[in-house]
């Protein structure tokens, strides 16, 4: 990086006042500190700054940056955004880094609602004046279109933009619409921080599990999807997937049709358990996904109900919006729980994390802001011996982002993996592997997933929407 200390600064006030010249930046900070000079409030709010650079990376005197109107805040910290700032509005000047081993930019960000049968796939392309380009996915189901959208009003923000500065552009993307990110806008975040994470570990020649800090593991244990309304189908189901190698087994709790009455399925739920840990033997992990389906008093019904058959973890038990309703439900129950894949960013996790509500968290990497946003959450976990079971019922882009993850963090537990890989062969000739219940490292640059443009075109969009339940008296309730 730039030394500042080595940095001439003019502060130029917008107020026409003649040029003030500092040193450097610190000396402009440490005579206002120290009072020095007297400058009301909001007249320094709001100043241009000109850096001249002396010879420490050989930029000539021609190369002086263009004044920025910067935010002036006093903080200690605030003082490394404002350098952040000035880089990022001098464009051009970055390019001038001599040090600067990636100067390609942003050229522009293309989407793609892929119809897979069943659902949509958003899958988005970023692309570089290198010609190195990045995949991304976002993983708001049935809402593909107002994702869509979003990625385009963030273009503006993104193309001329280097697209290695993958923290920078996550705060620039998540916050600079002035109202905090929600689903359509994580969802957009996410797909692009993943695709920018891909252009990296390309113009590097790495994986992305390289940036992440390298391998953890040298393979990754993951649970299908096993269905079956009644006990009979589901065991047998459960028992096809571990014999073709799968070490878990994963179900939801049943509904009856389009029907769901808490009592009925917590009863059935029960019975299933019992049955596929008789089946299957104690070398099998069981996970049911309540799926948000069932109120705290049903949902403590089952738990402990559940408890004998040792499931390796309850998923959802509750409805997401409130999560201090954990506090309750964690004094009734002892099982395992995993729970997070709604959260769209790290703050929604702080509340289970800090106060260990949770055993398991169900990052969406599609959904929580990429990998930039899930490696944070990871690293909060880990300081509360929460392991990472990520969300994954998406694409071969989200598959192989959670790959990468999973691959590099210390604190994880299962990957979710519905089907063995192989999706849309036409759309991704090149995924991740799986081989006897696990997944294997990629060894290809970036996330290790080919794209064929023109292949997405023949898969497009198609309106869909979820399945909808309701209970015996007609009442509405969660899927
Ligand atoms: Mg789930």
Request: some cysteine; glycine content about 8%; hydrophobic content about 40%.
């Amino acid at each position: 990086m730039i030394s500042l200390l080595n940095t001439n600064v003019i502060i130029r006030f917008l107020t026409g006042d003649q040029d003030i010249k500092y040193k450097n930046l610190y000396a402009f900070f440490h005579t206002i500190e120290t009072g020095k000079i007297r400058v009301e409030l909001k007249r320094i709010a709001f100043f241009q700054v000109v850096l001249v650079l002396k010879s420490f990376y050989k930029v000539s005197k021609d190369d002086i940056v263009e004044p920025c109107a910067v935010l002036f805040n006093r903080h200690p910290d605030q003082i490394c955004i404002l350098y952040s700032n000035i880089f990022t509005t001098h464009r051009t000047f970055n390019h001038q880094f001599t040090r600067s081993p990636f100067p390609m930019t942003i050229s522009d960000i293309k989407v793609f609602p892929i119809w897979g049968g069943g659902r949509n796939y958003l899958v988005i392309k970023v692309e570089t004046d290198e010609g190195i380009y990045g995949i991304g996915e976002s993983g708001l189901t049935w809402r593909e279109l107002a994702v869509l959208e979003t990625v385009n009003s963030l273009k503006s923000r993104l193309i001329g933009q280097n697209p290695t500065r993958k923290e920078h552009l996550w705060q620039v993307m998540f916050r600079s619409g002035f109202f905090p990110g929600a689903h359509a806008l994580s969802a957009a975040v996410s797909a692009i921080d993943i695709a920018l994470w891909d252009i990296h570990g390309k113009a590097l020649g790495v994986p992305i599990y390289e940036l992440l800090g390298g391998l953890c593991r040298d393979k990754v244990v993951c649970y299908p999807h096993c269905s079956g309304s009644t006990v009979e189908t589901l065991v047998e189901d459960a028992q096809r997937k571990v014999d073709a190698g799968w070490k878990f087994v994963r179900w939801g709790l049943s509904s009856e049709g389009d029907l769901l009455e808490p009592s009925r399925t917590v009863r059935l739920g029960v019975q299933q358990f019992e049955a596929l840990r008789e089946t299957l033997g104690d070398d099998i992990e069981l996970i049911c996904d309540v799926h948000t389906r069932l109120d705290p008093a049903d949902a403590i019904t089952f738990c402990r109900a559940v408890e004998p058959y040792r499931p390796y973890f309850i998923e959802d038990p509750l409805r997401s919006e409130n999560q201090a309703s954990y506090h309750m439900f964690r004094q009734h129950v002892a099982v395992p729980l995993g729970v997070g894949e709604h959260y769209t960013s790290k703050w929604e996790f702080r509340e289970l994390i800090e106060r260990d509500l949770i055993n398991y968290a169900r990052i969406d990497v599609c959904l929580v802001g990429g990998l930039t946003e899930a490696r944070k959450i990871a690293g909060w976990c880990e300081a509360h011996y929460i392991n990472l079971a990520p969300h994954n019922p998406l694409g071969p882009v989200s598959a192989a982002s959670c790959l990468h993850l999973d691959l590099a963090t210390p604190n994880f537990g299962v990957q979710e993996m519905p089907g063995q890989p192989g999706m849309l062969p036409d759309v991704f000739p090149m995924q991740i592997e799986w081989k006897d219940g696990y997944l294997l490292p990629p060894d290809r640059p970036g996330l290790g997933v080919e794209f064929d443009e023109e292949a997405a075109k023949k898969h497009p969009y198609q309106a869909s929407q979820g399945p909808m339940l309701h209970r015996e008296d007609g009442a509405f309730t969660n899927w």
